[in-house]
């Protein structure tokens, strides 16, 4: 993904703030430098070039943007009803072969809104209709003509689900799985025969001889040699369980999705080392599986040792409320130190995009926030926002809007 032509070069800096890297400690009066879109300074003696463009954040708090980490922006549209959800692809329980990427409106509202959030990284994948529901993308919030020049990376994860959505969408369809026991065999047997499939082109190849490609399959074989991380969409700590069973049975990479009743089992999550991405958490409970849905949950699940990220799971929360559930989280016991690093370093780090956002770094891109004040402070905005060292939006307090920049203004910004 880029902004800029060739040509010309840009060299921005970021000047004065209050510099929260989250990656390293708080920096007075600091100023981080982009350069070609990458960090390349950050700290309180950095030497501003001649010519470049300086963004004054004197009085302001400076943080990276931050990254939802489960969202289904662009491919669950707002207000658009059927015509622009495209969040399931139901007509089977095995869907991995299908492509998150291939749903996203980039027109939709959600990405507007992550903006003025300060969420300037969304990771979109498919629902939790199915067992096995597709692969994910990673998408930088705004900037490109088109969604794949927003794509941070496009091998990040595979979505899959547990518990009562897959049950009860198959049960309806009168066929397999139409229980918990059910959604763990089609997962159990999609990955056996994953690792047939692996071993039959292992020896093809060893041949030279031809092998007919199954997307699906190819897919999981991903997941099997960790390229893709395991998604897994499960709320009850007895899911949690079975989802932990099947990792080890397979040897995948598994990071928890919501993880409501993780809090009951958080020791075992911690001696595994098992992530959790905490949310949605400004929900009622609209199901059995909710009924112990509580902020102070991802309290108990840090305090065990946890590693733990926040999701708005939008558009179920909205994606710019993503900073307010991290302020009720605090609010309930959340260390805030551990508070900013779920809404930045940790989500980069549990989907391997840790090369590129995540942190005020040098070699990470400059998708840089600059706030009114603690974002953690419900009365904070986001008042300038930049992704790869280009103003995307911005705060007008005299008119009380916010403007972002059209895609098309996007190489003169």
């Known amino acids: 993904m880029t902004f800029r032509t060739a040509s010309t070069p840009s060299v921005v800096a970021v000047t004065g703030g209050y510099v929260v890297p989250v990656a390293a400690p708080p920096i007075e009066g600091g100023t981080v430098l982009i350069v070609d879109g990458v960090i390349?300074?950050?700290?309180?003696?950095?030497?501003?070039?001649?010519?470049?463009?300086?963004?004054?954040a004197t009085g302001r708090w400076v943080l990276p943007g931050?990254?939802?980490?489960?969202?289904?922006?662009?491919?669950?549209?707002?207000?658009?009803?059927?015509?622009?959800?495209?969040?399931?692809?139901?007509?089977?329980?095995?869907m991995a072969a299908v492509r998150a990427i291939d749903a996203v409106n980039?027109?939709?509202?959600?990405?507007?809104?992550?903006?003025?959030?300060?969420?300037?990284?969304?990771?979109?994948?498919p629902g939790s209709g199915n067992p096995i529901g597709g692969q994910s993308v990673a998408l930088k919030s705004w900037?490109?003509?088109?969604?794949?020049?927003?794509?941070?990376?496009?091998?990040?994860?595979?979505?899959?689900?547990?518990?009562?959505?897959?049950?009860?969408?198959?049960?309806?369809?009168?066929?397999?799985?139409?229980?918990?026991?059910g959604t763990a065999l089609v997962i159990r047997e999609a990955f056996t025969k994953a690792q047939h499939y692996r071993a039959a082109r292992e020896a093809a190849q060893a041949k030279g001889e031809p092998f007919a490609v199954d997307l699906g399959l190819d897919t999981l074989v991903r997941v099997l040699d960790g390229e893709l991380v395991w998604d897994q969409h499960t709320?009850?700590?007895?899911?949690?369980?079975?989802?932990i069973r099947l990792a080890d049975e397979f040897g995948y990479r598994l990071v928890i999705n919501h993880g409501t009743e993780g809090h009951k089992i958080a020791d075992v999550l911690a001696e595994r080392d098992i992530p959790v991405i905490f949310g949605p958490m400004f929900t009622s409970r609209s199901k059995v599986e909710l009924r112990d849905r509580a902020i102070a949950n991802l309290a108990t699940l840090a305090a065990a040792g946890v590693r733990v990220?926040?999701?708005?799971?939008?558009?179920?929360?909205?994606?710019?409320?993503?900073?307010?559930?991290?302020t009720l989280a605090v609010k309930d016991g959340l260390p805030r130190q551990t508070a900013l690093e779920a809404l930045t370093v940790n989500p980069a780090q549990f989907l391997g995009l840790d090369g590129r956002v995540g942190a005020l770094e040098v070699g990470r891109d400059g998708d840089v926030v600059i706030w009114s004040g603690d974002p953690l402070d419900v009365h904070a905005r986001a008042e300038h926002v930049l992704i790869e060292g280009v103003t995307v939006y911005t705060w007008d307090a005299a008119t009380s809007t916010g403007h972002v920049v059209e895609r098309g203004e996007r190489f003169t910004a």
């Open 106 to 125: 980039i027109d939709d509202e959600g990405f507007r809104d992550a903006l003025s959030g300060g969420v300037t990284a969304v990771v979109v994948k």
């Open 235 to 243: 709320h009850r700590h007895d899911d949690i369980a079975t989802a």
């Open 309 to 326: 990220a926040i999701t708005t799971d939008h558009p179920v929360v909205p994606v710019n409320f993503l900073v307010h559930q991290a």
């Open 40 to 56: 390349t300074a950050v700290g309180t003696d950095v030497v501003v070039p001649e010519g470049a463009r300086v963004v004054d």
């Open 143 to 181: 900037g490109g003509r088109t969604i794949d020049e927003q794509v941070i990376s496009d091998a990040v994860s595979v979505k899959s689900a547990l518990g009562e959505n897959p049950k009860r969408v198959y049960a309806e369809k009168k066929q397999t799985p139409s229980t918990r026991l």
């Open 66 to 94: 931050f990254v939802e980490s489960h969202g289904h922006v662009g491919i669950h549209e707002e207000g658009e009803g059927v015509a622009g959800n495209d969040t399931n692809e139901m007509t089977g329980p095995n």
